[in-house]
């Protein structure tokens, strides 16, 4: 299986800061990676797919970027929304695998 | 637009099965996989596996070969999932996900999530 790393595992930021979360993959995903947002109680919600794609919907201060197998996930500008865990998943074979999670804490 | 709507909780005892549904809404149901999703307490989201709803079609996770069944029911655009030979370990949410286009791929639509509990 390939095992998909996170970091960090929480991270606590202000209003307005930029904010990088990383996922690292065991192997080569090519860009087969999307990122999802939870929120307490709910259900994930997909925000970029292909590594960098912005799903529908999604405000553009999210953006994601890849080089060789580690991928970042970016909020360019921390709004109060953005409180949640983030999870990457890759989707490049079965079983499909996902990250830990990465807890946004607003200060 | 895109729903998914799931059954409601349920409590099960160890050794008993529980099946869980989804139904979906707003797409073309056959055109498009459905993967189930859990989530234990505190843990990271775990992939069970899928079914292609238009020709049933199915793969599984290796970890839950042999205790898990996806089915569906292309009439009543619904999925199901039925986990057997419960055991404490499998109290967890449950999620089923549509398929964003080619399997495998990106999960665009989740259902609100059924929490399973097992426990004598």
């Known amino acids: 299986d390939i095992q998909m790393t996170q970091s960090p595992s929480t991270l606590s930021a202000s209003v307005g800061d930029r904010v990088t979360i990383t996922c690292r993959a065991s192997?080569?995903?090519?860009?087969?990676l999307a990122w999802y947002q939870q929120k307490p109680g709910k259900a994930p919600k997909l925000l970029i797919y292909e590594a960098s794609r912005l799903e529908g919907g999604v405000p553009p201060r999210f953006s994601g970027s890849a080089s060789g197998t580690e991928f970042t996930l970016t909020i360019s500008s921390l709004q109060p929304d953005d409180s949640a865990t983030y999870y990457c998943q890759e989707y490049v074979t079965y079983p499909l695998t996902f990250g830990g999670g990465t807890k946004v804490e607003i200060k | 637009q895109v729903q998914l709507v799931q059954s409601g909780a349920e409590v099960k005892k160890p050794g008993a099965s529980v099946k869980v549904s989804c139904k979906a809404s707003?797409?073309?149901?056959?055109?498009?996989?459905m993967h189930w999703v859990r989530q234990a307490p505190g843990q990271r989201l775990e992939w069970m596996g899928w079914?292609?709803?238009?020709?049933?079609?199915?793969k599984y996770s290796e970890k839950f070969q042999g205790r898990v069944t996806i089915t569906r029911d292309t009439s009543a655009t619904t999925v199901y999932m039925e986990l057997s030979s419960l055991r404490s370990e499998d109290t967890a949410v449950y999620y089923c996900?549509?398929?964003?286009?080619?399997?495998?791929?990106?999960?665009?639509?989740w259902g609100q999530g059924t929490l399973v509990t097992v426990s004598s």
């Open positions: 192997q080569s995903i090519s860009r087969w």
């Open positions: 996900a549509k398929d964003g286009g080619y399997v495998p791929s990106r999960l665009d639509y």
């Open positions: 079914i292609n709803a238009g020709d049933g079609n199915t």
């Open positions: 707003g797409y073309t149901f056959s055109t498009y996989a």
